[in-house]
């Protein structure tokens, strides 16, 4: 069987990835903390910028606006397994913790991080909804969203791409 790369430039929505992680606004996690919430089934970015208007006289009749601000959130749904998956976060811990941060009188906050395409899309973010819904007759999901706690920790970058491996060498080293 032939090993073609297939690669029609349409962005597919499994590829888009929602990752949580615990910890603190003053440190990022680690690569290997952070988790995918949950089998995903919807993931949705938006920015919804805050904006002002000039109608000065000098704008020659067309209204001028200006980005104030933005408002990020990031919502995400999916669906639940009977049991948490190990490589997941997992929806019952998920639940847990939000009630367990509610109850203590915190903030439920989680380190969030999404990757669309060639961005990630990072941020310490606090769970701003989050319920199921689950008919006698279809899976249960959970419908969630995340939105900015500490400014300071949002950041777009690029994904890098994967670099294909071409060789591998091997140098044997003696010791003195």
Known sequence: MADCKTDNTKLFGRAVILEVADG????VPTEADFKLLMPGTSKTFDMSPNTTTSSADDTKGWVENIVTSNDLTLS????????????????YKYIKYYVTEVNAGRQPTLWVRMTFGQIQIQGYMVITALSNDGGTDDIVTLSTEFKVADGSTVQVTDVADDVPVTGVSIRLQTAD
């Open 76 to 91: 995400f749904e999916g669906e639940v397994r009977v049991n948490d998956r190990s490589d997941q976060y997992g929806v």
């Open 24 to 27: 603190c606004a003053d440190a």
